[in-house]
């Protein structure tokens, strides 16, 4: 579990920060000692059900801010499990029952808590956002994807169609909140802390309050056509997994189990290749270049796991996974239920020996100093895997940008011969690198902050 700040609000009234970093959210547990409510959690509720038996208290509410783009939710399934109050917004067309709650709506919690929904359509059309009371004090808001540390969450999740209007509504609920909420009231977003649900760049905050954000968030400080021009200019590509997490949360869902899959052998490892489906190395990029199951992807468990393997996949495809431990694999498990791949073929650990009698695969890595090297020597393509806006804030003078999220399906516009794949750090180049080795192309591995690029010599346009 990954529990992060607590807050105390009052001294009767705490709340935790459970965070999940692969995902860029928060969730929430706020308590009273005795009852607690919890606010967006994720899938994997054990986490939840472990930090209230820690804490020694009774979850008697759980809430949503909205119907999630980004993750599988856990409401349903926490609320099922502890008996508890199950809210969620009354003009949701769900397919479940819950508490209807709109906007003005006050809902005791315990004698000393409360919360007040306060619509804040904008990220959806139904939104909501709710103020905790402690005492009959505002002392902090569940802002789930409206007003963000610095930000608000994106407003064009729900299509094309309708993203004029969302942008505007955001505008006007995060002026609604600092309007309606006292200055030292904490700021409690779900989104924004690397999620792609955020419009904008949070800076790394980690925390905030309403008066924080009413002198430095730009929805506050800007004119609203000139922050909507900002805000919709600045909006990039989402992954591709998001389509399936609103009908899913729409449709309840159920409770995971996370009993370890069945093991993979030798055989069932090659027959999978064989058949097309994917087979994930989730170890680290240095040890999967080193010597790897030729055919194999590596999505390592260290970095943004869930969100590139559920951008990539095509959805439903049947998925093994390879891990050094059953801790390596457990994790993944819990990262991919957490977006609704709930089935796995089956999984293996150990190492490349134990996954295949072939002869290893492998490619080499190198730093940018390297590439510079190259280049006055022979032609090399540079394969820059970075995002469209990333690669347009900078990069390497003739290099070729093919996003990570469009590799597949552009595999056929790489020119022949040697490419050198590089993103901002090393983690999204590894990706595309196995890639473009399971196609049998000759690939170099750029491990290395692209921050270095220019000072080892190469020209950056």
Known sequence: MSTTDVIRATDEVRILVLETPSLGDRSYLAHDSEVA????????????LRLAEDEGVRITHVLETHIHNDYVTGGLALAEATGAAYLVNGEDAVSFERVPVRDGEVVEVSPTMSIRVIATPGHTFTHLSYALLADRQEVGVFTGGSMLFG?????????????????????????RLAHELPADVHVLPTHGFGSFCSAGSSEGATASTIGRERRENPALTQEEDRWVEQTLAGLDAFPAYYAHMGPANAAGPDAVELDPPARADKDAIARSLRDGEWVVDLRNRTAFAAGHVVGTLNIGIDGQFSTYLGWLIPWGTPLTLLGETPEQVAEAQRELVRIGIDELEGAATGGPADWTDAEPGSFPRAQFADLAQVRHHRPVTVLDVRRAPEHADGHIEGAVNVPIHEILGRLG????????????GGYRASVVAS???????????????????????????
Not at 151 to 175: F, I
Not at 435 to 453: I, K, N, P
Request: charged share 20%; with cysteine.
């Open 151 to 175: 930000s608000t969450g994106r407003p064009d999740l729900l299509g094309p169609d309708h993203t004029e209007a969302l942008v505007h509504h955001q505008y006007a609920s995060t002026h």
């Open 413 to 424: 516009e790489l020119p022949d011969g040697e490419i050198w794949v590089h993103c901002a």
């Open 37 to 48: 409510l919890v606010v967006d959690p994720q899938r994997d509720i054990d986490r939840v």
């Open 435 to 461: 890639v473009l080795a399971a196609s049998g192309r000759q690939v170099v591995a750029v491990d290395d902050s692209f921050e270095r690029a220019g000072g080892a010599g190469l020209p950056i346009v």
